[in-house]
């Protein structure tokens, strides 16, 4: 091969990309305006800077690459991330070692020859050592190849559940209901919960629960996870079954008919909404108040008082009242629902937080409505 730049024989290449030959140092340097456009990074660069921000790798070749698309269960994925974390920021690896103890395949043996050698132990680090097999045989990801691999597997924890008609059909082409429902046992099989970001937070009962000052862990909606998996696991309930409860509003009367401890449901006020029913905007509200990532609805900006604001500084005033009130041990979703239906927002929010109640032109709505009354 030759230089890229100066044309002269060579054998050195790119590490990254493995495409561009150099003679030399100094001609990759000279070169490096033009050739950083067209040099993808590599999965290792990327999971390095995710490692580095501490935040989840959402790259599909990185999630795919280095395991975390093994891992069945949530909480194995932040233990993944916890241990190249200390890899990274820690022992300090590069993305380079990574790269090549990946490409070699031999990324577990130098991920303990790491640790053991610096004497670092920790907890992500015992976990690993009993998890070993989620970083055996990763393979580059192939794109739609890949993809499908992943939709296989998710394919067998569902199949079971699916009836034999829907069994002969891609899961894709099923009804929106069943569609949504198979995401929830995913979700629950995986020994997860739906994330506050996902429509099924909201159609599976979770926006009933109660928060608290720390959204990371939340009870109640782990209570009602356990519930599902109760339903699901110990008493095998087909989707079909499952389904034709959400379509009639009746999933809680499943829950109870089929689990133990159900009492709990009423004692909370823990509410499946049908598919059919009619769901209040309160918990559409909640979910943008607890989420960053939601965007403002129209149902919740003409009921709670957001088209009322003129300038983004007034919106996001509303949005941190409303997430204080949400976690506030006195607020009730219905009791809000009821004030806002009957026009008195600014007298439910100033009897919970006195002193947080913004300008009262700002939680104005058009209730109540003759219908409501």
């Known amino acids: 091969m030759e230089c890229s730049l100066c044309k002269k024989p060579t054998i050195k290449y790119c590490s990254r990309c493995q495409t561009k030959y150099y003679c030399s140092s100094s001609c990759q340097k000279k070169d490096y305006k033009n050739h950083k456009v067209e040099c993808p990074p590599r999965s290792a660069d990327i999971l390095v800077k995710n490692a580095f921000e501490d935040l989840m790798p959402t790259n599909d070749a990185v999630l795919y690459e280095y395991g975390f698309s093994n891992c069945m269960k949530e909480q194995d994925k932040t ?18 070692q990574i790269h090549s103890w990946w490409e070699n395949g031999e990324l577990p043996i130098n991920i303990k020859k790491a640790y053991d050698d610096g004497g670092f132990t920790s907890g992500y680090y015992r976990w690993f050592l009993k998890n070993e097999h989620l970083l055996q045989d ?15 597997k998710y394919l067998a924890m569902i199949k079971p559940y699916l009836s ?16 949504k429902i198979v995401s929830l046992y995913l979700i ?5 919960i739906p994330n506050v970001e996902q429509d099924i937070w909201i159609d599976f009962g ?24 109760e339903l699901i696991v110990q008493r095998s309930c087909m989707i079909d079954e499952f389904d034709d409860a959400f379509m009639s509003g009746s999933v809680i009367d499943l829950l109870k008919r089929k689990c133990d401890d159900s009492s709990w449901l009423s004692e909370n006020k823990i509410e499946v909404f049908g598919r059919k029913q009619f769901r209040p905007s309160v918990f559409s509200l909640k ?21 009322n604001c003129r300038t983004g500084d007034e919106i996001n005033q509303l949005r941190q009242m ?8 006195q607020f009730d979703p219905w009791e809000l629902h009821k004030a806002c239906v009957s026009g008195k927002i600014f007298d439910y929010v ?14 104005k709505n058009l209730y109540p409505l003759e219908r409501f009354e």
């Open 164 to 179: 034999e008609q829907d069994q002969k059909v891609s899961l894709k082409s099923l009804s929106e209901s069943k569609c």
């Open 322 to 329: 409303y997430k204080k009130l949400i976690k506030t041990p």
């Open 138 to 152: 990763l393979r580059k990801y192939e794109g739609e190849k890949s993809d499908k691999s992943i939709a296989d």
């Open 206 to 229: 979770f926006c009933t629960c109660k928060v608290s000052q720390d959204r990371l862990g939340e009870e109640d909606e782990k209570r009602l996870g356990e519930l599902y998996r």
């Open 188 to 192: 629950i099989l995986m020994g997860c």
């Open 79 to 96: 233990m993944l991330l916890g241990l190249y974390i200390g890899l990274i920021t820690i022992i300090g690896c590069s993305a380079s």
């Open 350 to 363: 100033r009897s919970i937080l006195p002193n947080e109640v913004p300008k009262p032109y700002l939680l």
């Open 287 to 307: 979910q943008y108040a607890l989420s960053e990532s939601v965007h403002l609805s129209l149902p919740v900006m003409a009921d709670y008082g957001f088209k």
